[in-house]
């Protein structure tokens, strides 16, 4: 199993950048697929990004394709969020999730959970 721990959140300004990262330590990192979630104030967690054990297989929700990038470095047992162009409606608490091999899409398909960091997006 693997521990996801994220960093890299914190407060910009509409059309700024952030970077997160999350370390998920444990056995055989790279035979997971790891996801980003977000949960907007009041609203349920919704799906964000998720890249597969095979990196070439990466999925984004239509709300963030062409301004978030997810990709992973199996060497440090990473996985990063480069969010572009954010927009207040961005302003969430992150998750990071792995689940074994291939992407998912819901929460419930994710076995293991960070404890999330908080992006805030002003206007």
């Keep these: 199993?693997?521990?996801p721990v994220e960093s890299g959140g914190g407060s910009v300004q509409a059309g700024g950048s952030l970077r997160l990262s999350c370390h998920a330590s444990g056995r055989l990192f790279s035979t997971y697929a790891m996801g980003w979630f977000r949960q907007p104030p009041g609203k349920e967690r919704e799906f964000v990004a998720a890249i597969g054990w095979l990196e070439r297989?990466?999925?984004?929700?239509?709300?963030?394709k062409d301004r978030f990038i997810i990709s992973r470095d199996n060497n440090k047992d990473t996985v990063y969020l480069q969010m572009n162009n954010l927009q207040p409606?961005?302003?969430a608490v992150y998750?990071?999730?792995a689940r074994p091999r291939d992407i998912g899409h819901r929460v419930w398909q994710y076995n293991y959970w960070g404890q999330g960091t908080e992006v805030t997006v002003s206007s």
Excluded: G
């Design 57 to 64: 297989n990466v999925d984004y929700a239509d709300s963030v």
């Design 89 to 91: 409606e961005d302003t």
């Design 1 to 3: 199993q693997v521990q």
């Design 95 to 97: 998750y990071c999730a």
